[in-house]
């Protein structure tokens, strides 16, 4: 076994979990749809360049799709996603 802090949860993964793709799929998730920081590098879900190792520390970021027009100001507050969008 190898361990791993998962987005701040101590983890124990099998040895064969080797790459960022291997850990996305064991954790259930679509590799297209996350990102993985390790240290100070980000990577794609589906990468496989990066060996995982025992000890390494790792944030994944799901993404989520949906949403509405109205949060793009094609509805209604037009003036909120101006606001947003210049930040």
Known sequence: ???????????????????????????????????????????KGDDVSYVLQDGDT???????GGGSDAFLGKRSHPEL???WMHR
């Open 81 to 83: 996603v101006e606001g």
């Open 1 to 43: 076994m190898k361990a791993l802090t998962i987005n701040g949860t101590p983890t124990s993964v099998p040895d064969e979990i080797q790459s960022i793709r291997d850990l996305v799929l064991h954790l259930g998730k679509t590799p297209s749809h996350v990102v993985v920081e390790c240290g100070e590098a980000v990577f």
């Open 58 to 64: 790792v944030e994944v970021v799901h993404f989520v």
